[in-house]
């Protein structure tokens, strides 16, 4: 069946969005749409989302599902923001719990948060099939960067998240609550078991690290060939040195403790306080 697939980058995050879509019936799904925030003032803004809303009037186009790949540490999720401007279910893997469990604790989140999943419409298991119109959409849990990862197959079109980057940047890393650079490498073997020509959709890009365009398409048969981390036949125990030397080197990411009080919440903020403003917490010296 025809699938339609267009893609919107976010400057800010380096985050690419997807519009899937099925053009006889109109239905279609968003993948890891990105709300604005910037840092400095503590204000959000929804220029991403609204793009992406003009697109679906647009097009004419119905939206089904609002899907994420996982609960992203990089980015603020816009996905309640256009559920309430087009509708639509919000769609998770349902590892979510485990990662709201572990920062509940962290954010020290009280009694009215409940980490089990219900601030999503849908929490997917492994293997699970559902419509985009008349297209089937195939949900393959791929944990390892998180606990609750998961990769979306449509049609010859696998959204793969952070799992892997172009073949110049590797894979995900490791070093979040609910990582492991072990179960990461066979959840990568998982995605590479898909016919070579299947085309794999990634959520980030940096350039190669070399200044490059930015490019968010690769396929299995690349990846096999070219990755720099799981390339060439790379052994399981190749890839955790790699992959374990090459985390103890980075950085948080810049907007990880806003973003995932946002995300574990299916992109809604926190409840306003009696002076109807929404707070974010910062643990100090806690991460």
Not at 2 to 19: A, K
Not at 254 to 263: E, K, R, T, W
């Amino acid at each position: 069946m025809q699938v339609d697939i267009r893609h919107f980058f976010d400057t800010q995050s380096s985050t690419f969005t997807y519009v899937v879509s099925d053009p006889p019936t109109g239905r279609c799904a968003v993948i890891d749409p990105v709300l604005g925030y910037d840092c400095a003032s503590g204000r959000t803004n929804t220029e991403a989302a609204d793009t992406l809303l003009e697109d679906l009037r647009d097009r004419v186009l119905k939206l089904i599902w609002i899907l994420e790949t996982h609960a992203h540490a990089d980015h603020l999720s816009a996905a309640k923001y256009l559920q309430s401007q087009a509708g639509g279910k919000i769609g998770i893997g349902e590892g979510i719990r485990w990662v709201q469990n572990t920062f509940r604790k962290t954010f020290n989140l009280d009694s009215g948060f409940a980490p089990d999943g219900t601030q999503f419409d849908r929490l997917f298991h492994d293997d699970e099939i559902f419509q985009i119109g008349r297209l089937d959409a195939r949900v393959m849990r791929t944990p390892g960067h998180t606990s609750d990862s998961v990769t979306y197959v449509i049609g010859n079109a696998a959204f793969v998240g952070d799992t892997l980057f172009m073949p110049d940047s590797g894979t995900a890393r490791c070093d979040f609550p609910g990582g492991d650079a072990g179960v990461l490498y066979d959840s990568i073997q998982r995605i590479l078991s898909l016919p070579d020509d299947t085309q794999l959709y990634i959520c980030h890009d940096y350039g190669g690290g070399g200044g490059r365009q930015h490019m968010n398409v690769t396929t299995v048969g690349e990846q096999k060939k070219q990755n720099i981390h799981v390339g060439g036949g790379t052994s399981r125990e190749k890839f955790v040195e790699i992959r374990t030397r090459r985390d103890a080197t980075l950085s948080l990411p810049a907007l990880i403790l806003p973003s995932i009080q946002v995300n574990i919440r299916a992109g809604e903020l926190p409840p306003a306080e009696d002076n109807g403003v929404s707070y974010l917490k910062i643990p100090l010296d806690a991460v």
